[in-house]
C-alpha cells in the first residue's frame, strides 16, 4: 500500500472519528518542572542526563550588567531580545537590570511574555492577516506596554478596525527597511506610512524599528562599525524626515550584540536590541570586538549543552549523543571545551561526531564533555528548560516556556 493511500486512510479515520478521540485512549503526560527541579537541583553538570542545555548564571548576570555599564551615559538604552532565551525568568532578570522594555519577534513569544509578568513588549516581527492583527489588538488590550511593530500601508487600516472594535489605542512603530527581510523602504515610503498611522484614531506612531541583521556577523571591529554606520545613514535620513514632520520620535530601536556599542555614533537612536549578548555562541565569539580583534570578549560564553559519549569504535573518532536536535545544524560546527583539535558534526538527527588527530586527555564511553553551540537562538528552541548553574551546580530550572512559540 502506497504512503499516500496509508495517509488517506488515516485522515478518513481521522475525519470519521474526530481526531481528539483518535487520541483520546491516550493519557499525555510529562514531568512537571516541580519533579525536575525536585530531582536535578544541587547535581553537578557533568552528572546530568544529556544533551542538557546548561547556563552559567554567575556569567550570564554578569553579562547583563556588562550591556547596561558599557552603554551609560550614551544616550542608548537597552530592550533585550527575548527571542534569545525564550524564557520569562531571564526576561525578568534583564527587565530588572535596567532595560527599558523587551522585544520578541513573534506574537506568540509576545503573548509567553506579557502572560507572564513582563510589562513592556515590543514585538519586532510584522502582522500582516486579519486574524492575527485581531489578536495582536485583543493582547495590547489586556497589556498597555504591548507595542506593535508595522512595515505596510496595506494593513494599516486593519489594525486600525481591529484596535477600534478592541476599544483601544494602540501603540505602532514601523519597520524600516535595512537587510532587504522586512521593513517599509526607507525615505519618502517609510515617512508616508508613518503618516498614515499617526491620522488614525485608534493608532499611536510611537517611532522607528529598523535592525542590521547582515552587519551583526561581521569580522573585524573596525570592518563592522564602518558597515553599519553605512547601513543606518538612509535610516537616520527617514529619521530625519519623521520628526521634520512633526511625528513622534520617542522610539529609533536597532542594533544587536554585535552593534551595541557602535549605535551611540547613530543620531536619534534610543535602544539597542540585544539578544545572544546573554549567552554568546560560536557565531559571535569569532567576530572580534573593540579591544579583541580575534574573539569578541565583551560578553562571556555561558550558554554550554552537555553531551555523553556514546561510542568509540574507530579511532580519532568519537560519537555522543548531540546532534541537530541539540545543536541545530548551523554553522560553524560546536566547540569542545577544552579540545581545540576536536571537529564536531551535528549532520545527524541523535548523534554528534567528533573526528580528532589530537586529544588532551584519553576518554571512554559514558564520559561528558562539555559544547559551545554554534548558534544560540535556534538550539534554545530545542529545549524544555534550561539548568541554571552556578560553579558548575544545578541551582535552579529555567523553563523556556516559549519554546516552539514562532506563530
Ligand atoms: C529584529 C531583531 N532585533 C534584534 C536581534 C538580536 O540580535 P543578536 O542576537 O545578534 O543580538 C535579532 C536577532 O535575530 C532580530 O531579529
Redesign the pocket.
Known amino acids: 500500500m502506497s504512503n499516500s493511500l496509508n495517509r488517506r486512510n488515516f485522515l478518513q479515520a481521522g475525519a470519521i472519528a474526530g481526531v481528539a478521540s483518535l487520541l483520546s485512549p491516550l493519557t499525555l503526560k510529562a514531568k512537571s518542572i516541580e519533579e525536575i527541579t525536585d530531582s536535578e537541583i544541587g547535581k553537578s553538570k557533568w552528572d546530568l542526563d544529556s544533551p542538557a542545555l546548561c547556563v552559567d548564571l554567575d556569567k550570564m548576570e554578569q553579562n547583563i550588567k556588562t550591556v547596561h555599564t558599557r552603554l551609560k551615559g550614551t544616550g542608548v538604552g537597552v530592550r533585550p531580545?527575548v527571542?534569545?532565551h525564550k524564557c520569562p525568568a531571564i526576561a525578568k532578570m534583564q527587565v530588572d537590570a535596567g532595560a527599558v522594555g523587551v522585544?520578541a519577534?513573534k506574537l506568540s513569544e509576545s503573548e509567553i511574555m506579557l502572560d507572564n509578568g513582563i510589562k513592556n513588549v515590543l514585538m519586532?516581527g510584522v502582522n500582516v492577516t486579519v486574524p492575527k492583527i485581531k489578536r495582536a489588538m485583543a493582547l495590547r488590550k489586556k497589556y498597555p506596554g504591548f507595542i506593535q511593530a508595522i512595515d505596510n500601508p496595506q494593513y494599516v487600516q486593519d489594525m486600525q478596525d481591529a484596535a477600534k472594535a478592541a476599544g483601544i489605542v494602540a501603540d505602532v512603530v514601523v519597520d524600516v527597511d535595512v537587510i532587504q527581510r522586512s521593513g517599509v523602504m526607507p525615505g519618502a515610503p517609510a515617512l508616508a506610512l508613518a503618516q498614515l498611522i499617526s491620522k488614525m484614531p485608534n493608532l499611536k506612531f510611537r517611532g522607528i524599528l529598523a535592525?542590521d541583521?547582515a552587519a551583526?556577523h561581521i569580522h573585524g571591529f573596525q570592518k563592522r562599525k564602518v558597515e553599519v554606520l553605512k547601513n543606518m545613514e538612509p535610516i537616520v535620513k527617514t529619521y530625519d524626515m519623521m520628526k521634520a514632520a512633526g511625528l513622534n520620535m520617542e522610539i529609533f530601536s536597532g542594533g544587536?550584540?554585535?552593534t551595541y556599542d557602535m549605535m551611540q555614533e547613530v543620531s536619534g537612536f534610543t535602544d539597542v536590541?540585544?539578544?545572544?549578548?546573554l549567552f554568546m555562541d560560536r557565531q559571535y565569539i569569532e567576530i572580534g570586538g573593540a579591544k579583541n580583534e580575534k574573539v569578541f570578549d565583551d560578553f562571556a560564553p555561558s550558554l554550554t549543552v552537555m553531551t555523553t559519549i556514546i561510542n568509540m569504535n574507530y579511532p580519532k573518532k568519537i560519537i555522543t549523543d548531540s546532534g541537530s536536535k541539540a545543536l541545530t545544524l548551523n554553522q560553524p560546527p560546536a566547540i569542545v571545551i577544552g579540545e581545540p583539535d576536536f571537529v564536531y558534526s551535528a549532520g545527524s538527527d541523535e548523534y554528534g561526531t567528533i573526528t580528532f588527530d589530537n586529544a588532551n586527555k584519553s576518554y571512554k564511553i559514558g564520559d561528558k564533555l562539555e559544547l559551545i553551540i554554534p548558534h544560540c537562538?535556534p538550539a534554545v528552541n530545542e529545549y524544555d528548560f534550561m539548568y541554571g548553574t552556578r560553579k558548575d551546580k544545578v541551582v535552579s530550572i529555567l523553563p523556556i516556556l516559549g519554546r516552539g512559540k514562532s506563530q
Do not use: R
Open positions: 531580545h527571542k534569545t522585544c519577534a519586532t535592525y541583521g551583526n544587536s550584540t554585535g536590541q540585544v539578544g545572544s549578548y537562538d
